[in-house]
Nanobody, 121 residues
């Protein structure tokens, strides 16, 4: 079972994108879903997580106030709304699942292929 991230693209600095994370074969409702990104030459890092228990959301400092994670259970989809994008947000974005947002990155599962986000003028 894999999650599929989509919605990436090329956007100018200051622009917005909405990424989607969908799954087939299992219900996302009961899982914490995290969004991660990896830029060339850099380690993968977490950018957001939404818990499966009560939809509590988490953001690191560098994206707080610009990124918003949400879920639509009817569509079995988790979204990442990204506003005020910066060139340093350029990366491949992935979604993955875990039992809780406190899980270490290595304990997240069902990684898909990711979607490329490029922020450039």
């Amino acid at each position: 079972v894999q999650l599929q991230a989509s919605g990436g693209g090329l956007v100018q600095p200051g622009g917005s994108l909405r990424l989607s994370c969908t799954a087939s074969g299992f219900n996302l409702d009961y899982y914490a879903i995290g969004w991660f990104r990896q830029a060339p030459g850099k380690e993968r890092e977490g950018v957001s997580c939404i818990s499966g228990s009560d939809d509590t959301t988490y953001y690191p400092t560098e994206v707080a106030g610009r990124f918003t994670i949400s879920r639509d259970n009817a569509k079995n989809t988790v979204y990442l709304q990204m506003n005020s994008l910066k060139p340093e947000d350029t990366a491949v974005y992935y979604c993955a699942s875990a039992s809780g947002c406190e899980a270490a990155m290595k304990d997240f599962a069902s990684w898909g292929q990711g979607t490329q986000v490029t922020v450039s003028s």
